[in-house]
């Protein structure tokens, strides 16, 4: 039962991400391929807003002890800063080109986090962060309170992100998306829309980063690296490409299968080779996909 | 001299990025897309030349040239079957597509050789001292490959039939289709040169010292930091790039911490990305961006 609920837990979270990730890349076309920085930040914030002051052992400079509520604001926040910064050089680049400018910003980051000490303890990371409604959550259930909050934030959420996605500014994304000149032509200011997109989206993923933080009950740069970006694609490519439903449905079926493969009774040695065996699935399922049904599989809720 | 050693050492680090960097490049510049993928070949092929000479016990040599023969067939194979039906998707959907390839090679490599470290058997290496210059025989291996490797793709741009159709198509693909160039062809040459330079990199990979199962991602974001800093397709521009990258890293850790390296090297793709995206050398890319 606590497993399932924390496969739940995790999905909703990811489900999360690949929602933002559908904002950027589905509906506005931006192909962030730094994602992970975003959703990273919204975590790390989140522990340095929530987590006691440091003590002897500790390398961390900062700890400011405030309520959760405090640090889920702070961290989304922080992730809206952060995609500004970012945003103002990777917006004025397209295809390819925005693709690796995000993913390079999200590798210098990565590398900051790894290297400092004094925002998140360097290689350890941070392992104090305040679990929500602690003290509000009856102590016997609590895993199914929590994994019960995640469904409501992912369903509010995904219900949010359809609201907008069938708004005139929603229209306005799809259109600059799929033909910018078109777009500019009838006197869309196009920059302006891109920036949004980017940063309501960038702001998902910091809540989707705090719900990780939630989750894990630890932040450590080896948690956010590139492969998170990799997974929401991959999510999202086999959800279907521009569909919020397709986002949750791609990550369901994803941490799904993977979390049930990895509760059948194996030995040792069987047990490694599957781990390694794991990207195998998925690197297929992305390659067929994009081959025989780029719609994903919940593609025709596209919007 | 430590100035100088690091100068050198530069130098040698830079050869290998070249060839490195140099099938990526052409593949970026005749397929138009960012094929991701392409480190996990060069990693392919530096377990297979680890298993044959240390595992079978095969000759160094012998073992290379398997491996870049098998990462020339890799190469093709992936880029036959799996990237040719869907040139027409556009390169965010190849590129995204080449992320399902590194899955698939990466999970395939691990579950055939155990994650962990490995090194190849280069204990007979010699040392040769130049003028209290040390530089080890295989780095020297690895300066001649990437000498060798530039020249080779030269001539065989500039000087053969193959290589003008390559041009062509590169160029204006239906412009090349109309002419008369068999295009599915040219594509089949890319993957194969692009492949075997991918299993050189391989071997001198393993000759530079320790290989990690997980040693592909290292190498892609070095590939892709050459070729944002050459200018993206761009071929001559890599050997410029690659040997500035290359001596820029290892005098970097003179200065700042080496754990820093990676975010100096990416800072430096940003502002390039920013500022110059067409790279040192290469036609402006600035209308395909506006």
């Not at chain 1, 369901?252 to 194996?266: M, N």
């Not at chain 2, 890599?238 to 090297?265: D, N």
């Not at chain 2, 920013?274 to 506006?290: C, D, F, K, M, Y």
């Amino acid at each position: 039962m606590t497993y399932v609920l924390s496969v739940i837990a995790l999905a909703s979270v990811f489900s999360l991400l690949t929602l933002a990730l559908n904002l950027h890349f589905g509906i506005a076309g931006l192909i962030n391929f730094g994602i992970v920085a975003y959703f990273a930040i919204g975590a790390y914030t989140y522990a340095v807003l929530t987590q006691p002051p440091p003590s002897a052992l500790d390398k961390y400079a900062l700890g400011l002890e405030l309520p959760s509520s405090v640090g889920v604001i702070g961290g989304i926040a922080m992730a809206v800063l952060f995609a500004a910064l970012t945003g103002w050089p990777c917006l004025r680049l397209r295809t390819e080109y925005l693709a690796l400018t995000t993913f390079a910003f999200a590798e210098v980051l990565h590398s900051v986090l790894l290297n400092t000490r004094e925002i998140g303890n360097g290689t350890r990371g941070l392992s104090n962060i305040l679990p929500p409604f602690y003290t509000t959550f009856p102590i016997e259930d609590y895993d199914l309170w929590v994994a019960g909050l995640m469904v409501a934030i992912l369903l509010l959420a995904t219900i949010a992100m359809q609201r907008l996605a069938r708004s005139p500014f929603g229209a306005t994304l799809r259109a600059i998306r799929d033909d910018e000149l078109a777009a500019a032509a009838i006197a869309k200011p196009v920059a302006r829309f891109r920036l949004e997109a980017f940063l309501a989206g960038a702001a998902l993923a910091g809540f989707a980063g705090i719900l990780f933080a939630w989750y894990t009950t630890l932040v450590s740069p080896d948690l956010f690296t590139a492969n998170i970006t990799f997974t929401a694609f991959i999510a999202l490519v086999i959800g279907g490409v521009g569909s919020n439903y397709g986002a949750l449905v791609g990550s369901f079926l994803l941490f799904g299968i993977q979390e049930a493969i990895r509760v059948v009774p194996l030995s040792d040695d069987a047990a490694q080779l599957l781990s390694s065996l794991r990207p195998v699935p998925f690197g297929l399922a992305l390659i067929l996909i994009l081959r025989f049904r780029p719609q994903g599989l919940a593609g025709q809720w596209a919007v | 001299m430590t100035t100088i050693q690091t100068l050198v050492f530069g130098l040698v680090t830079g050869c290998y990025l070249l060839v490195a960097t140099i099938g990526f490049a052409l593949v970026s510049r005749s397929e138009k897309f960012l094929n991701i993928a392409h480190a996990e070949l060069i990693s392919t092929a530096a377990f297979i030349t680890w298993f044959l000479s240390t595992r079978q016990g095969f000759p160094l040599l012998l073992a290379a040239v398997l491996a870049i023969l098998g990462a020339a067939v890799l190469g093709v194979l992936i880029g036959r079957v799996v990237y040719w039906p869907i040139r027409g998707s556009g390169a965010v959907v190849l590129l995204i597509t080449s992320v399902g390839v590194v899955y698939v090679l990466h999970g395939a490599l691990e579950t055939v050789i155990a994650p962990g470290v490995y090194t190849l058997n280069t204990a007979g290496e010699g040392v040769i001292d130049i003028g209290g210059i040390r530089i080890g025989a295989y780095d020297l291996v690895i300066v001649a490959a990437a000498a060798a490797s530039v020249l080779a793709v030269h001539a065989l741009l500039t000087r053969t039939a193959m290589g003008l159709r390559l041009r062509a198509r590169a160029s204006d693909e239906s412009l090349a289709a109309a002419r008369g160039v068999d295009v599915s062809q040219v594509s089949t040459q890319v993957w194969v040169i692009a492949g075997a330079l991918a299993g050189v990199a391989g071997v001198l990979l393993g000759l530079r010292g320790a290989l990690t199962t997980d040693i592909a991602f290292d190498q892609i974001l070095l590939i892709l930091s050459v070729s944002i800093l050459a200018g993206l397709g761009s071929l001559y521009g890599v050997v410029a790039a690659a040997l500035t990258l290359g001596v820029a890293m290892e005098m970097s850790t003179l200065i700042i911490p080496a754990g820093y390296r990676t975010a100096i090297a990416f800072a430096l793709v940003i502002v390039v990305l920013v500022l110059r995206p067409e790279g040192i050398s290469g036609e402006s890319v600035r209308a395909r961006a506006a």
